[in-house]
């Protein structure tokens, strides 16, 4: 039976940065022989943990489901039964966009245990992925200036304490626009950011594409 991989792209944008990388990552995966998926959540209507706590009752077969009924049910289905799952969120204001971070509560939240020390209820071990995409350059990123790598690692610990594997892979000052002429961001050389999609962004797509294929592959 071929792996189950599904990718979750967090992006308002289908065919953009995010989304370009979780496709080539599933293309990857697809190239091992798994059955690939690939779920836009902007298409979905839903919302965060509504602290519900139904996911923690004592109550035969809660623990590990999220309760509420919308349109996020059925990815958090199948996100559960995946043999791997790649993530994926371009980065807004300091994070990754909100749906993106309703979507992590949702899945994460019914799957870890109030003991000392926390657990999962997860009882196997995948890998996970996430994707991140963003308009700052990979210096700038390092610098601290605007320090988002917590955050991240934050994300990652947690993924890899639910799931048993979590990796982070970042793409750096992607083309936000696909005419800066039509937009007022007079800080960006327009010219630098197409060279950058021509001759960087290939390479982070490969890097994408390696994953989806290892994830196929995970032992």
């Given at each position: 039976?071929?792996?189950?991989?599904?990718?979750?792209n967090g992006s308002p944008r289908q065919t953009w940065n995010?989304?370009?990388?979780?496709?080539?990552?599933?293309?990857?995966?697809?190239?091992?022989?798994?059955?690939?998926?690939?779920?836009?959540?902007?298409?979905?209507?839903?919302?965060?943990?509504?602290?519900?706590?139904?996911?923690?009752?004592l109550r035969p077969g809660a623990a590990g489901h999220c309760?509420?009924?919308?349109?996020?049910?059925?990815?958090?289905?199948?996100?559960?039964?995946?043999?791997?799952?790649?993530?994926?969120?371009?980065?807004?204001?300091?994070?990754?966009?909100?749906?993106?971070?309703?979507?992590?509560?949702?899945?994460?939240?019914?799957?870890?245990?109030?003991?000392?020390?926390?657990?999962?209820?997860?009882?196997?071990?995948?890998?996970?992925?996430?994707?991140?995409?963003?308009?700052?350059?990979?210096?700038?990123?390092?610098?601290?200036?605007?320090?988002?790598?917590?955050?991240?690692?934050?994300?990652?610990?947690?993924?890899?304490?639910?799931?048993?594997?979590?990796?982070?892979?970042?793409?750096?000052?992607?083309?936000?626009?696909?005419?800066?002429?039509?937009?007022?961001?007079?800080?960006?050389?327009?010219?630098?950011?197409?060279?950058?999609?021509?001759?960087?962004?290939?390479?982070?797509?490969?890097?994408?594409?390696?994953?989806?294929?290892?994830?196929?592959?995970?032992?």
């Amino acid at each position: 039976m071929s792996r189950k991989i599904l990718a979750v792209n967090g992006s308002p944008r289908q065919t953009w940065n995010t989304a370009t990388l979780l496709q080539h990552a599933l293309d990857g995966a697809s190239a091992e022989g798994a059955a690939v998926e690939l779920v836009h959540l902007y298409e979905l209507d839903f919302k965060g943990c509504v602290s519900c706590f139904a996911c923690k009752s004592l109550r035969p077969g809660a623990a590990g489901h999220c309760a509420v009924q919308d349109g996020l049910s059925r990815v958090l289905e199948q996100a559960v039964g995946a043999d791997a799952l790649i993530l994926g969120s371009p980065i807004y204001l300091g994070a990754a966009t909100g749906e993106f971070r309703s979507f992590l509560e949702r899945l994460v939240f019914p799957l870890i245990t109030y003991t000392d020390p926390p657990a999962t209820v997860f009882t196997r071990s995948i890998p996970v992925g996430v994707v991140y995409t963003m308009n700052v350059t990979e210096e700038f990123f390092q610098s601290g200036q605007m320090d988002i790598r917590p955050g991240m690692a934050i994300t990652e610990g947690m993924l890899a304490r639910v799931f048993g594997h979590a990796e982070t892979l970042c793409s750096f000052d992607t083309l936000q626009f696909a005419d800066y002429s039509a937009v007022h961001a007079p800080r960006f050389d327009p010219e630098a950011k197409a060279r950058r999609r021509r001759e960087v962004f290939p390479d982070d797509c490969a890097k994408a594409y390696a994953m989806g294929a290892r994830f196929a592959r995970w032992p």
